[in-house]
């Protein structure tokens, strides 16, 4: 029976096979189009390929004529440069003279290694933007990290301009919405030197230079690759925050922190991811949400479901970077990253999450040149940090994070941007190499005192200071192992650090010397909300600006054109006589603006800018326009957002491995500003003369190899 029915089959698909019927269907015209895109693309594939191959020589023989032209006046043919922001003078030759850092040692002995003085003041945004222009603050226009609104007084980013937020590139989609990806423009004038390079086809590969924007090529004809540092969380989404999810009270938890209570359901906990939008752009922005859950699987490990991925934390081991995708409208998505640390799953549940990043393999602001430059290298290092770890530095401030949990993140960060400069070494032999690296300014910033307010858990001691300045030493020892006797190799801080003791609330000062009046109860609103503009002659913002009220400049102004000289005078004489109640002196030297800056945008200059004497500083309040109760209060660190001490209390450091010469009479001291003509000129490129650094002569001698 079996064999019948095998026999019949067979029979059944022999006929079918050889007496076939018509058939008919019917193809679309898509199929059509389909196929014609597939064959285009393939076309055009080949074709490129072809193209490529016949114009090779030509492109041979274009890059080698134009390339030794731009090249042909250059006395090195490679320029590495890199910045360690923060890296003190005194804790450096200290180290040095104890043997710690022997690589640095290794420059010290064949050729440069002295101070490097600082801007006026020496804070970040103004030290930054005058490495990049060689210019003063009076023409680049940075004075301070915020600058204060000519309408409503509330302080704004002094370096970046946050544009078109009705246009999108970067929210990905088609429809409207509230919430579009920013475009990023810069307050800053002048042109960053490595622009002026590719004017003359010289390549440039920079990485994370702090408060540097990504240039317009087609406009400045920047001439390769570039990783931009400008997004800091203050100026972009999120306010500058990290989030604590906590089952605890939720009373103490201090200012610096997104805090969002949550309460368990047995092992579980459901709530929602924030991000925030910065208030300067809507006044009415909503707060973008995603839906989060954390699962308690024991006492040190907990399940998290984010964005349709799970991920399990454990306790003290902050996470990999994680993908976390907003939605913002319909048919937008705005990706970001960020890391979770799981701090107690016992008895109670706290998560930290670090701010959220733009994510760097479709970052909703572009952020590097050429566009697909961060995406490439995201995905060869992986995902990695939008900006400074500004934000986290509070919340370890703030006690929500251990020394060992900080000093990961620090690690983490500088491992990643060393990894990246090493990788473009080899890939990169002609041109400027440039990166900074910030881990140790945000050691220093977050470093406590004994005695200080706060629990005693941040007592960085020097020698965990040490630990940093050694990574920092091992990776230039990786450096000079990748350099050449061609090469010029530079290290720089943009500027050092001051001990400080005391906080002074400068607009607490102007209140008790009748200069500012607050209306009654509204004496603690930020951003000088609560203060009577109509009664008010002076005010202080950022890191130790003083600004006259003035009629011209701002919309509640009450002093004169007339009055302004005679007012500046008097505030600066009170301010020189300040003593604490120790009897020290508060303030070493108040700078008049329109004396010590010069240029175009010297008028938008603050009237007065204070630099303090060794142990004090600008408190945060003065920063987030708070005025406080007290005039003087303990520092909880060497320097959080500000560090308007003077400059010539904390100087940077500069090495080099050859020896710098200066044929300017009286040119003794380095200033910052100096690097930027300095480079130009080795590459040959004519130093633009509205630059105000000097250009210094360097040395015939390298350094030797080990």
């Given at each position: ?127 930054w933007t005058t490495f990049q222009t060689g210019m003063n603050p009076g023409k680049h226009g ?524 009286g040119q003794h001291e380095v200033r910052l500003a100096d690097l930027a003509p300095t480079l ?27």
């Open positions: 029976m079996r064999s019948r029915w095998v026999v019949t089959s067979l029979a059944c698909l022999f006929v079918v096979l050889i007496l076939p019927s018509p058939a008919q269907a019917y193809i679309g015209p898509g199929a059509g189009f389909a196929l014609a895109g597939s064959v285009f693309a393939v076309f055009a594939a080949v074709l490129s390929a072809v193209a490529m191959l016949l114009t090779w020589p030509l492109r041979w023989i274009f890059r080698l004529f134009f390339g030794s032209q731009a090249m042909s006046k250059a006395a090195v043919q490679r320029a590495v440069v890199i910045g360690l922001d923060g890296m003190d003078w005194s804790l450096t030759e200290r180290l040095l003279s104890e043997g710690k850092l022997p690589n640095l040692a290794r420059l010290r002995a064949n050729g440069t290694c002295r101070p490097l003085k600082s801007t006026v003041p020496p804070v970040s945004e103004v030290a940075v004075f301070d990290a915020r600058v204060p609104s000519p309408t409503d007084y509330h302080a704004e980013a002094s370096t970046l301009r946050v544009n078109g937020l009705a246009q999108s590139n970067g929210a990905r989609g088609w429809l409207p919405l509230p919430l579009a990806a920013a475009k990023l423009g810069t307050r800053r004038r002048g042109v960053p030197f490595w622009e002026l390079l590719g004017r003359k086809a010289i390549f440039s590969a920079v990485l994370r230079v702090p408060h540097s924007t990504v240039p317009v090529q087609q406009a400045n004809r920047f001439r390769g690759v570039m990783l931009s540092g400008a997004l800091d969380p203050d100026e972009w989404l999120d306010a500058g925050k990290g989030t604590l999810f906590t089952t605890q009270s939720t009373h103490n938890v201090p200012a610096a922190l997104n805090v969002q209570a949550i309460t368990r359901e047995g092992n579980r906990v459901r709530s929602r991811l924030v991000l925030h939008q910065h208030p300067q752009w809507h006044d009415a922005a909503q707060p973008l949400e995603l839906p989060i859950e954390f699962k308690v699987l024991s006492d040190d490990r907990v399940l998290l479901s984010v964005s349709g991925e799970k991920h399990v934390l454990r306790k003290d081991q902050f996470s990999d970077w994680i993908a976390v995708t907003f939605q913002p409208g319909l048919g937008k998505t705005l990706p970001g990253v960020c890391r979770f640390l799981l701090l107690e799953a016992k008895a109670d549940l706290r998560v930290y999450v670090t701010p959220i990043h733009l994510d760097p393999d479709g970052p909703a602001v572009v952020n590097s040149a050429p566009k697909k430059y961060g995406q490439y290298l995201a995905k060869r290092f992986g995902a990695f940090a939008g900006y400074t770890s500004t934000a986290d530095v509070r919340s370890a401030r703030a006690n929500v994070l251990d020394e060992k949990h900080l000093l990961r993140l620090l690690i983490d960060d500088d491992t990643t941007r060393a990894d990246m400069f090493l990788d473009l070494l080899g890939k990169v032999r002609r041109g400027l190499c440039l990166v900074v690296l910030e881990g140790i300014d945000a050691m220093h910033r977050s470093r406590r005192q004994a005695g200080s307010r706060g629990d005693a858990r941040f007592t960085y001691d020097v020698a965990t200071l040490e630990e940093g300045y050694r990574r920092a030493d091992e990776f230039i020892g990786k450096v000079l192992d990748r350099c050449t006797s061609d090469d010029l190799l530079i290290v720089f801080s943009s500027h050092g650090q001051a001990q400080a003791r005391h906080d002074v609330d400068l607009n607490r000062w102007l209140e008790d010397a009748g200069y500012l009046v607050c209306h009654p109860g509204r004496r603690c609103e930020r951003n000088l909300a609560g203060v009577d503009w109509a009664q008010t002659r002076a005010f202080a913002s950022g890191s130790g600006s003083i600004y006259c009220n003035s009629k011209r400049r701002f919309a509640a102004g009450t002093v004169t054109d007339q009055e302004l000289n005679v007012l500046r005078q008097e505030v600066t004489d009170k301010l020189l006589s300040l003593r604490c109640a120790a009897g020290e002196p508060v303030v070493q030297r108040v700078y008049d603006c329109r004396r010590v800056f010069w240029g175009p945008r010297r008028d938008d200059a603050p009237d007065l800018l204070v630099a303090f004497a060794d142990g004090f500083r600008a408190g945060d309040q003065t920063a987030e326009g708070a005025i406080s109760e007290h005039l003087f209060t303990p520092t909880a660190g060497v320097h959080a957002m500000n560090a308007a001490w003077d400059r010539d209390l904390a100087p940077g450091v500069l090495f080099c491995n050859r020896e710098l010469v200066s044929h300017v009479n130009l000129k080795q590459f040959g490129v004519a130093v633009p003369p509205e630059l105000d650094g000097v250009a210094w002569e360097l040395a015939l001698q390298e350094i030797d190899k080990p």
